[in-house]
């Protein structure tokens, strides 16, 4: 099964940015959609945004035009570019990786926007 490992996350001001990465090891990752999910403390894990295996991007109505899912199948990574970043997107952020009704997640990175 594949396996996820994220980083880039850290603690910034609010309105500066960050760029998240998840690598992949195991099956090839050309064969996965791939996600961004959060989770902030008390509250469920939400999603943030999605790239298929054809390329379209979805994103959550909260980071549309901030945040943007990128994918190098060459390095088998997926990105979050997240820029103008708010205190509400303080979380911890989860990678994950689709095929078929299988779900695989990374650990997750920590993001903490100080206002």
């Known amino acids: 099964q594949v396996q996820l490992v994220e980083s880039g996350g850290g603690l910034v001001q609010a309105g500066g940015s960050l760029r998240l990465s998840c690598a992949a090891s195991?099956?090839?990752?050309?064969?996965?959609?791939m996600g961004w999910f959060r989770q902030a403390p008390g509250k469920e894990r939400d999603f943030v945004a999605a790239?298929?295996?054809?390329?379209?991007?979805y994103y959550a109505d909260s980071v549309k035009g901030r945040f943007t899912i990128s994918r190098d199948n060459a390095e088998d990574t997926v990105y979050l570019q997240m820029n103008s970043l708010k205190p509400e997107d303080t979380a911890v952020y989860y990678c994950?990786?689709?095929?078929?009704?299988?779900?695989?997640w990374g650990q997750g990175t920590q993001v903490t926007v100080s206002s």
């Open positions: 790239r298929s295996i054809g390329g379209i991007t």
């Open positions: 195991g099956p090839p990752f050309i064969s996965y959609a």
């Open positions: 994950a990786a689709v095929d078929g009704p299988q779900a695989y």
